[in-house]
């Protein structure tokens, strides 16, 4: 299986003076432990990382550390999420059929979820890891006042890994493109061009490290893994 892993942020709501990724936590910068787990995940053969050309000696370095022995390629990222993941698109071998792409801050997701996603993506178009909302759910408009509580047992919090026929989610990003959508995850593209996404169970320990907080929490489970 082939995977991109989105890299090219710059973590302003992490507050630091550089992409959160090259933060350490647990004794090793942010994004060694998603390459550590991505390593470690039988399924994935080719990795390319889509990030911003600046970071490419840190991560050069991180990776030569790591002593990984998977082939590793670095991409050039865009300015949104959304562009660094069509690059990376036009960056995969001409043969891959179905592909995975995972946040690299999400650097708690187990091998196990990516070759869960890896098996699950051979009989589907498109998937995502999620789990279950825990809490209720408010839809609030400009003035802070509710509009609307949605059924809380329809609703999912979408993570990655995200797995997806090639073809189709080059097509989905290209119609992206012209129709001028922003959109946070790309299964959003799938949805919007109407093509079905499945459910994979994702890991209530899979977060977003996004804030300092998350940062201090993914200190504490890798601590608690080891
Ligand atoms: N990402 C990317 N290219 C961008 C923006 C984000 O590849 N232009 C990646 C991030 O590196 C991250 C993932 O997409 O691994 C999810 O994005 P997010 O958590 O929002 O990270 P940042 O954009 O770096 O953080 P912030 O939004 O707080 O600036
Ligand atoms: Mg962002």
């Known amino acids: 299986m082939h995977l991109l892993i989105p890299a ?3 973590g302003k709501r992490m507050g630091a003076d550089r992409n959160k990724l090259l933060l350490q936590v647990h004794s090793k910068p942010l994004i060694a432990w998603t390459l550590l787990a991505t390593e470690a995940a039988s399924s994935i053969s080719w990795i390319g ?44 071998p001409s043969h891959a059929k179905q592909v995975l792409i995972h946040d690299g801050a999400r ?3 187990t091998p196990d979820l990516f070759n869960a996603c890896s098996e699950a993506i051979l009989n589907c178009f498109g998937l995502i890891a999620a789990v279950p909302v825990k809490d ?9 006042i509710i509009r609307s509580t949605p059924e809380r047992k329809q609703l999912w919090a979408a993570q990655t ?28 593209l ?10 994979v169970s994702g890991e209530e320990t899979n977060l977003k490290i996004t804030t300092p907080q998350d940062l201090a929490i993914a200190e504490f489970i890798l601590s608690y893994r080891e």
């Open 49 to 92: 990382i889509v990030s911003q050309p600046q970071d490419w000696d840190e991560f050069k370095s991180i990776i030569a550390d790591l002593k990984l022995k998977k082939t590793i390629e670095l991409i050039s990222g865009g300015s949104t999420r959304q562009e660094s993941v069509y690059n990376g698109l036009q960056a995969l």
């Open 161 to 188: 890994p995200q797995g997806f026929d090639v073809k189709l989610l080059k097509q989905c990003h290209a119609e992206g493109i012209r129709q001028g959508w922003e959109v946070t995850d790309d299964a959003a």
């Open 8 to 10: 090219a942020g710059s």
């Open 107 to 109: 650097c708690l997701a």
């Open 136 to 144: 209720t759910i408010k839809v609030v408009d400009d003035n802070g």
């Open 190 to 199: 799938f949805e919007k061009c109407g093509i079905e996404v499945t459910i």
